[in-house]
């Protein structure tokens, strides 16, 4: 298969590219390289894709209309996984236009090359924060999610929107993905699991908000890779209904801030000194999946547990950057 990965050294981009290599596709990975984080991390997640055989890379903002014209004209992809993004709640309060560049007008982009290439199946990230401050758990894709409480939330529900006119308009088959707080090696930075370990592997206070009465669906990576290729491989038959769908991917087990802390304790074996701070705007107080529609879809539910997740993301962080002196 000929597959194109948008996003491919973020940190689902290269699991995903790892795992569509490693069964013999051929993958093109796109990625503008931006510093929202760390450059370096991005450069050496890309260095553990660049040797494989089948991996191809182009720099590229999938804002940049003529050139994904272009890409896809020369690129023949059969599927494509969308995962380039502004990402970050918290950021998308300060700087809105990120969003609007890449969540918006590169999503646009990627739609109408897909339909131009005739595309057998996108699947594309949206994300949990859709269901806004719903107070219903677990969240089920049949939810309201008219109500974001962020730009970032607002956009990727847009992007569920704008798929459902395409799949409408011209029968593309399109796959929206809500992950729910993804966590594990080569990790992003901004995310609370990585700074709260490197503040307790550093014996810095963490700051915890809501006063740690936060409880997330913490879903570990393999899992989150294991459900975006079984749904990129999955065709709906005829007469299961609509060409495009939106599906829940979280572990379905939320956690407590404060548990989730303990397990990094457990972890790097050091005590968390804590910074207990009021709720920020946009955060949500609890996320939770309901899975069934996945599991309905394509016969997988999430199952890592979080201790073995965790153990996992430290023993990568502490290889890649170092532990430390306690
Ligand atoms: P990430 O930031 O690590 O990866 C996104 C990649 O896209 C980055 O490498 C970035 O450089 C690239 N990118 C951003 N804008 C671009 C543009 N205009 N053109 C080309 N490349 C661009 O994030 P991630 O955690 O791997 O997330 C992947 C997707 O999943 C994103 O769409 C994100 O919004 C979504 N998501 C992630 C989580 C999570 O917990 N990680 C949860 C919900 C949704």
Request: with cysteine; charged share 20%; net charge negative.
């Amino acid at each position: 298969m000929k597959i194109l990965v948008t996003g491919a050294a973020g940190f689902i981009g290269m699991h995903v590219c790892q795992r569509l290599l490693a069964r013999g596709d051929e993958v093109t990975g796109v990625d503008d390289l931006n510093d929202y984080y760390s450059p370096q991390l991005k450069a050496d997640r890309l260095a553990q894709l660049q040797p494989q055989p089948g991996f191809r890379f182009q720099r590229l903002d999938v804002a940049d209309t003529k050139a994904m014209q272009a890409l896809f004209a020369e690129g023949g992809f059969e599927k494509v996984v969308h995962l380039a993004a502004q990402a970050g709640v918290r950021h998308s309060i300060h700087h809105p236009m990120a969003y609007g560049h890449s969540n918006l007008v590169g999503y646009l982009n990627v739609l109408e090359a897909c339909r131009h290439a005739t595309v057998q199946h996108l699947v594309y990230a949206s994300s949990s924060s859709v269901y806004g401050g719903n107070t219903k758990m677990p969240f089920s894709e049949d939810d309201p999610v008219d109500r974001p409480v962020s730009l970032y939330a607002a956009t990727k529900r847009a992007n569920e929107l704008m798929t459902h006119s395409y799949s409408h308009l011209y029968g593309l088959h399109a796959t929206g993905l809500r992950f729910f707080t993804v966590y594990g090696p080569w990790g992003r930075p901004d995310m609370a699991y990585f700074s709260f370990t490197k503040a307790v592997l550093e014996d810095r206070p963490i700051d915890v908000f809501n006063h740690g009465r936060m409880a997330r669906d913490f879903t570990y990576i393999d899992d989150v890779v294991e459900g975006i290729v079984r749904v990129l491989d999955r065709t709906p038959d005829a007469g299961e209904g609509p060409p495009c769908r939106v599906l829940n991917i979280g572990n379905h087990q939320p956690e407590q801030l404060l548990d989730f802390i303990a397990c990094i304790e457990s972890a790097t074996g050091r005590r968390a000194r804590l910074n207990l701070l009021p709720m920020q705007d946009g955060d949500v107080p609890a996320t939770y999946a309901d899975v069934e529609r996945l599991e309905r879809w394509v016969g997988f539910r999430p199952t890592t547990r979080l201790q073995d997740g965790i153990r996992r993301f430290v023993d990568w962080y502490v290889g890649y950057y170092g532990a430390p002196a306690a």
